[in-house]
């Protein structure tokens, strides 16, 4: 016989891995006072069934009152059961921490009813009403008349952190970790408008028209280009081009008449010609009167010199802004993170109800970039309309739940389940990492699982064992559920000779109160 002695917080999932290395047959388990298995006594029934499964008998040691309390009442149970059938009782969880308590669920007391023999034809026909009467109650009672059992189970908190795969290209496997993924896609368009930063001085050249003298004796052609240059007060040069060709002529000598001497004397007269000419840069200041000097670049002043034949006037600038190939850059950047930024929004929009999307997993491909403007365009500002097509990975919730199950049903023993109604599930996505995924293809996330494991039982098929059954026959069912601690069951209206338990499942309730 080998002795196991228990620490006071050991449930009953440590107390079991304790007792499975242990090849003695026979074990004495002392358990101390104010165990936590005492809070329960499905705690030792299950240290006790799951030890006959390897062979092994337990026998418990305590001091505790409440726990050998619980003893008592196990071995009670199983005289009753090797002497006859017990009776239908319920156990609460304050009865066993003072005393024994069951209580039964009796039948009222049929009520007698005599029949007299009729002995005319009123009381035949007397008769004959009120059995009809009895019958429509009774049909009356068949369809209005519900049950409800109520099962209160022992249960037991079960917490899971697991990192899961989810994989657009794998299968849900728990014994990998791994959940099914779908992709889905959706399309999206926006439009973005930003000021320029460029910045160009545009205008116009000032025109019009110069004449050219010539004080040599030799014709001379000036080709279109030739500069001709003014010379401001502040000894600022400006030029101009003229437009065209020009031929000027040479001087010409001619002898007249001096009054004064009274002979004849040469006079020269230079020879001229007009061409039009156009300033070399755009702005108001190139904008002269008509009779300013001007020089022929390249030539002596005694030969050539130049004169405005007329005001030279539409000179002007401005400075504009313009598109530079930053302002496109910065526009296409800033729209396309937008639109990024919208895409968990959307998706979201777009899938069903039973889908979770792993947001951040997304993946665009832009489909459409068109700016109203180029590089050095004249412009204030400059627009962008994109259009992108988005990818985002999802789940089903429903595979989730599968494969958590999947993956904690080694935890849960025999005759138990896990508890629907107090199941909860958190997700995170892990993110980009050196130990973590995250793609439109796959992703890696942390699942928190934390729930309850309670007896399995089986609504739908507990109303098909109970359907029809007396209140007697109804209370055995109940009262046979393995690992509940008492249950109760309620049949309404409760008239006496017509109170069994409906034979339409629809009738039937099944509550299963968690402790």
Same mark, same amino acid.
């Given at each position: 016989?080998?002795?196991? /002695? ?40 299950? #240290? ?17 009152? #409440?726990?050998?309390?619980? !003893? =008592? ?6 005289? /009753? ?23 039964? !669920?009796?039948? +009222? ?8 023999? +009729? ?31 109520? =099962? ?18 794998? *299968? ?58 003014? %010379? ?25 008449? &001096? ?35 001007? *020089? ?21 600038? %401005?400075?504009?802004? @313009?598109?530079?190939?930053? &302002?496109? /850059?910065? $526009? ?44 050095? &365009? ?6 962008? @309309? ?13 595979? !989730? ?10 935890? #849960? ?35 928190? !699982? ?14 098909? %064992? $109970? ?23 309620? =049949?309404? +209206? ?22």
């Amino acid at each position: 016989m080998t002795r196991v /002695t228990l620490e006071i917080h050991d449930d009953v999932l440590t107390t079991l891995f304790k007792l499975q290395n242990i090849n003695d047959s026979g074990i004495d388990l002392e358990v101390p006072e104010g165990s936590v298995l005492f809070d329960n006594i499905l705690n030792l029934k299950l #240290i006790e069934k799951e030890a006959e499964k390897t062979g092994k008998t337990v026998h418990f040691i305590t001091k505790d009152r #409440i726990g050998n309390n619980m !003893l =008592i009442m196990m071995d009670e149970a199983a005289d /009753t059961q090797s002497g006859g059938i017990p009776e239908m009782t319920a156990i609460g969880a304050a009865d066993i921490a003072t005393e024994e308590s069951k209580f039964k !669920l009796k039948m +009222p007391a049929m009520p007698k009813i005599k029949i007299k023999t +009729p002995i005319n034809a009123k009381s035949y026909i007397f008769g004959l009403v009120i059995a009809g009467i009895l019958f429509a109650v009774a049909l009356l009672l068949t369809r209005t008349q519900k049950a409800t059992a109520t =099962i209160k189970v022992a249960s037991q908190p079960l917490a899971r952190s697991v990192t899961i795969k989810v994989s657009s290209a794998d *299968s849900t496997d728990a014994s990998k970790s791994l959940l099914k993924g779908t992709i889905v896609s959706t399309s999206l368009e926006s439009f973005k408008e930003i000021p320029t930063t460029g910045e160009k001085l545009v205008g116009a050249k000032a025109k019009g028209d110069v004449k050219i003298f010539n004080y040599t004796d030799a014709d001379k052609k000036f080709k279109k280009g030739t500069v001709l240059v003014y %010379e401001d007060n502040d000894e600022v040069e400006y030029k101009y081009l003229t437009t065209e060709d020009v031929e000027i002529p040479a001087e010409t000598i001619e002898m007249v008449d &001096d009054a004064d001497l009274g002979v004849p004397k040469e006079v020269s007269t230079p020879g001229s010609g007009t061409v039009e000419v156009e300033a070399s840069e755009i702005g108001a200041k190139y904008n002269i009167d008509k009779g300013e000097k001007m *020089s022929v670049s390249g030539q002596k002043s005694s030969n050539f010199t130049a004169k405005t034949n007329e005001e030279l006037k539409g000179g002007k600038s %401005e400075t504009v802004k @313009t598109v530079k190939a930053d &302002d496109l /850059t910065k $526009l296409k950047n800033e729209l396309l993170s937008e639109i990024t930024n919208n895409v968990d929004t959307e998706m979201t929009k777009k899938i069903g109800k039973s889908q979770v999307l792993i947001k951040g997993s997304y993946k665009t491909t832009i489909t459409k970039e068109v700016y109203n403007h180029k590089v050095d &365009d004249e412009s204030d500002k400059v627009s962008l @309309t994109m259009a992108v097509q988005a990818e985002e990975l999802t789940y089903l919730k429903s595979d !989730l739940d599968k494969l958590m199950d999947g993956m904690v049903e080694n935890l #849960i023993p025999e005759g138990f389940v896990l508890s629907d109604e107090d199941k909860e599930i958190k997700t995170e996505v892990l993110g980009n990492s050196t130990n973590s995924v995250l793609s439109s293809e796959k992703a890696d996330i942390q699942v928190t !699982l934390k729930t309850y494991i309670v007896p399995n039982i089986v609504a739908d098929d507990l109303k098909k %064992e $109970l359907k029809g059954k007396s209140v007697s026959q109804a209370e055995k069912i109940l009262g046979g559920l393995s690992n509940i601690k008492g249950y109760a069951l309620d =049949i309404k +209206p409760g008239v006496p000779l017509f109170k069994k338990v409906p034979n339409n499942e629809n009738q039937i309730e099944i509550i299963i109160e968690r402790e």
